[in-house]
């Protein structure tokens, strides 16, 4: 697919800022993994918590034997917003666009933040199922964001 | 903790504001502000500003201590801090931390102070145009979730989700606050009253968020003169309490206010005042039922009612029924932002809510309720650090037999 054809794809249009990891490298695998079209969160080694968003040591226990773990791509409505006000130049004629937080099905308590496929004006309510679709930005650093989908 | 109390200990003896203005129509700099509210303070106070000798404030406010005390030619300047957090967490925080000085013994007159110029400075609440964003926010601003409203937005959709609670309890607290303004000639709301009519009709910010549920950004400054009870009896005979004051956070709520770890917070749909609410009221003995008055931080109408309620003021149960505008009125329930808040008098960045309670304590307020004797004071909700005050009327005070009058 040409880059013109991913780009018509994207929920959002370009201009919105790139994510990267944080200075200390927190969340360098999750971004990494998303390239590849899989989903990975922090799993501590000791006492098994899931621990969303990374840190540098395991928050339930103290570990510092951190790594991550794949989960499924799958999840439920936990909280949405419609947004109406254009927060960012590049959303000027995108608005209303739906924001939504899920709940991941296989990693309970973990939640990930994205955009809900199709049309912003859509009805939607909590509990609803989703399924992550992997948002492909191609350039000289590409990157890959975690929308989501109706099932 | 327990037992330790700051109750009674220390007064609120002076008020300051300049003139409110909309946002970037400040003709004076930020510091001049300042400057002109820890005056009108001081003159408030009765002191010589020169006799202030520790400052506090909070949300990384620009008016460094060490300038201000040069500028005003302190004798001595012995306290100076600020609080953690770049919300409006902090204000009553800034307060307790004040007076914590003064209890020490490190200071005697604190001035807490907050200034804005957002012309000078760039808006406060602006999101950064930038092309990368890295860590905790990464994995929220490149899907459009960037502004206030929307960070904190999740947390009060969730939390009417799970009480069924109705846009006519948010639409109460902004009515509230109009209401309140169009009796305050300070306000910048002043003379232009909000129906419920327009509320309804105006556009949404972010569902479910109206226009008239997010603060206003605007310039000014506001300060208020701490000193100890056995000092301020020397100076004034109105002198208001600090009876109760608590500050800080619910476990895991995040690394960054709005950031991804803040939105896996296990408890989520909180206004983060669990653990601060319990203890404000027993270091001030006092039950929410005591509660005369409630000046509380608006961000976000939501975040009001959640705070207010994680005070115990109303379970979340009652909330359809609880926030209503005749509650909330001046005359109803438990009168609510009484000078206009961040919504309609001025966003002073909760600041001018302290100087409300002081007023309403004195029976000064232009929307006075029928002899006060607490006033709760809420600062940030939905962030963290937050923090929350009881202020007491001159009679909550220290008594003549050496007790401390309830
Ligand atoms: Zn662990």
């Known amino acids: 697919m040409s880059n013109e054809e991913l780009e018509s794809q994207w929920v959002l249009p370009a201009g919105l800022p790139k994510p990267i990891p944080s200075s200390e490298g927190l969340g360098k695998e999750f971004w990494a993994a998303t390239l590849e079209h899989k989903l990975v969160i922090q799993r501590c080694a000791d006492c098994r918590h899931w621990q969303w968003g990374p840190e540098i040591i395991c928050r339930a226990c103290g570990g510092e034997q951190l790594g991550y773990e794949s989960v499924e791509p799958a999840g439920e409505i936990y909280s949405w917003q419609r947004c109406w006000y254009p927060v960012h130049p ?35 309510a909590v509990g609803d199922r989703v399924t992550a679709l992997f948002e492909d930005h191609p350039g000289d650093e590409p990157y890959t964001l975690v929308q989501w989908q109706r099932v | 903790m327990a037992g330790r109390t700051i109750r009674g200990q220390v007064a609120l003896v002076g008020i300051g504001e300049t003139t409110y203005y909309k946002r970037g129509k400040s003709p004076d700099s930020e510091f001049k502000l300042c400057i002109d509210a820890i005056r009108n303070a001081c003159a408030d106070a009765g002191i010589d500003a020169r006799d202030i000798d520790g400052f506090s404030s909070y949300s990384d406010d620009r008016n460094d201590a060490m300038r201000l005390s040069s500028a005003l030619n302190l004798r001595e300047l012995n306290y100076s801090v600020m609080q953690w ?28 102070h907050r200034a804005l110029a957002q012309g000078q400075f760039g808006r406060f609440g602006q999101a950064q145009d930038t092309p990368v964003i890295p860590g905790e926010y990464g994995h929220v601003m490149p899907y459009g979730v960037m502004s206030a409203a929307q960070l904190f937005g999740f947390r009060i959709q969730r939390f009417m989700h799970e009480h069924g609670i109705g846009q006519e309890a948010l639409r109460a607290i902004a009515m509230a606050s109009y209401h309140h303004a169009q009796n305050n000639p300070r306000a910048v709301m002043h003379g232009k009253p909000l129906t419920e ?30 000193m100890s009870a056995e000092r301020a009896a020397e100076i004034t005979d109105r002198p208001v ?27 989520y749909p909180t206004a983060n005042f669990k653990t601060l609410a319990p203890k404000a009221f027993a270091m001030a003995g006092i039950k929410p039922t005591d509660i005369d008055v409630v000046q509380s931080y608006e961000n976000f109408t939501g975040g009001v009612m959640m705070a207010m309620i994680e005070h115990g003021l109303c379970s979340p149960e009652e909330a359809n029924e609880f ?18 808040g961040n919504l309609a008098e001025c966003y002073m960045h909760g600041l001018e809510l302290v100087v409300e309670g002081v007023r309403q ?25 937050v923090s929350t005050l009881i202020l007491g009327s001159a009679d909550t005070g220290p008594t003549t037999d050496g007790g401390v009058g309830a």
């Open chain 1, 90 to 124: 590049a959303l000027k004629e995108t608005v209303p666009y739906l924001v939504v937080m899920v709940e991941l099905d296989s990693a309970p308590g973990v939640r990930l933040i994205g955009n809900l496929v199709g049309d912003g004006q859509q009805s939607l």
């Open chain 2, 85 to 112: 957090g770049g919300g409006g967490g902090g204000v009553m925080a800034a307060i307790a931390n004040g007076a914590a000085g003064i209890l020490a013994g490190y200071c005697d007159t604190v001035v807490v």
């Open chain 2, 197 to 226: 009519q327009m509320y309804d009709d105006s556009r949404y910010i972010t569902e479910p968020l109206h226009l008239y549920d997010c603060c206003q950004e605007n310039d000014g400054a506001a300060a208020v003169v701490l």
């Open chain 2, 241 to 267: 309490y600090l009876l109760g004051a608590a500050m800080g956070s619910a476990p895991q709520q995040g690394a960054e206010a709005g950031g991804i770890s803040y939105h896996n917070a296990p408890d």
């Open chain 2, 323 to 340: 926030f209503v505008p005749e509650n909330l009125i001046v005359g109803g329930k438990l009168p609510l932002n009484t000078s206009g």
């Open chain 2, 361 to 385: 304590l004195r029976g000064d307020s232009t929307s006075q309720v029928a002899d006060p004797r607490h006033c709760l004071c809420i600062g940030g909700p939905l962030v963290g650090p």
